[in-house]
């Protein structure tokens, strides 16, 4: 199993430029969440998808948009990327219930 | 105030000491994770516990409800213990994360 795949690892893009970051999970799992971890701040929850087509705003929504494309697949577009969304962006997924969390290896963003 | 607080921020030790990291919670949980970070960015889940003592190797997580508080202990500390450890709360969906703790095991 691959468990959860994120792509890409590492991504560079200039102000205002737009990107999706892909996510996708071969576990089953119902929920999907996007996080954003920063220096001192911990992850923060960005968006999460708790089952096929919902989705839900988390703390720090601004400035993303997300897509439950089917169970598998949980997007996060940055339609005009700004230097502070540069981060490292996990994408994670569980199933229902009292169950542990998988994570994805995350994303290195630098907006330039 | 953050939802969950973490103690120490950092932590160094020297190898086989026993290290203590702690977790505050501050709202209504249905379980509590201890999640790790190794340079390099990946994170693994160690424990999920919403009751009592869970242990796995030099591992050892506990959590009381009633006071909001959960520890993580490793025994006998390594270098390859070196990491971030961090703590996440499990309220109805979402999960919520302390700030992580840095622990550094010096040879």
């Known amino acids: 199993n691959a468990g959860v795949t994120q792509t890409p690892k590492f991504q560079v893009l200039k102000t205002g430029q737009s990107m999706t970051l892909q996510c996708a999970q071969d576990m089953n799992h119902n929920s999907m969440y996007w996080y954003r971890q920063d220096p001192g701040m911990g992850l923060r929850l960005i968006y999460y998808s708790a089952s096929e087509g919902t989705t839900d705003k988390g703390e720090v929504p601004n400035g993303y948009n997300v897509s439950r494309l089917n169970k598998r697949e949980f997007s996060l577009r940055l339609e005009s990327a700004a230097p502070s969304q540069t981060s490292v962006y996990f994408c994670?997924?569980?199933?229902?219930?009292?169950?542990?969390?998988?994570f994805g290896q995350g994303t290195r963003l630098t907006v330039v | 105030k953050n939802e969950v607080e973490q103690s120490p921020q950092n932590l160094t030790a020297q190898e086989g000491e026993f290290i203590t990291i702690n977790c505050s919670y501050s709202v209504g949980i249905s379980a509590l994770h201890w999640l790790q970070q190794h340079p390099g960015g990946g994170i693994v889940s160690l424990f999920m516990?919403?009751?009592g003592k869970k242990k796995h190797g030099r591992l050892i997580a506990t959590i009381n409800i009633q006071e909001k508080h959960s520890s993580l202990h490793i025994t006998a500390s390594h270098p390859r213990d070196s990491a971030v450890y961090i703590c996440?709360?499990?309220?109805?969906?979402?999960?919520?994360f302390g700030g992580g703790t840095r622990v550094l095991v010096k040879p």
């Open positions: 996440a709360v499990l309220a109805g969906n979402k999960l919520t």
């Open positions: 516990l919403s009751s």
């Open positions: 994670a997924s569980r199933q229902l219930g009292n169950t542990e969390a998988f």
